[in-house]
């Protein structure tokens, strides 16, 4: 008998949401380059209320030498 691997959807076929790809150094911060301190927050609660789901980071490491 063959076996089928079958993955259920991840979401319902309706199911619509918003968001945007950024990265966290393009944030503000008293550093000069972005981190995940007082901004950060003050960021989601704005993408909160103008109703985007999903912030999709780009990878976190070292920006220079």
Known sequence: MK???????????EYRAAGLLQHVTSLPSPYGIGDL?????SWF??????SQ?????????????
């Open 37 to 41: 301190g007082s901004a950060a927050f």
């Open 3 to 13: 076996e089928t691997n079958r993955l259920a959807p991840l979401f319902p076929s």
């Open 53 to 65: 789901s999903w912030w999709q980071s780009l990878p976190l490491g070292w920006t220079g030498y």
């Open 45 to 50: 609660k704005h993408l909160h209320d103008a």
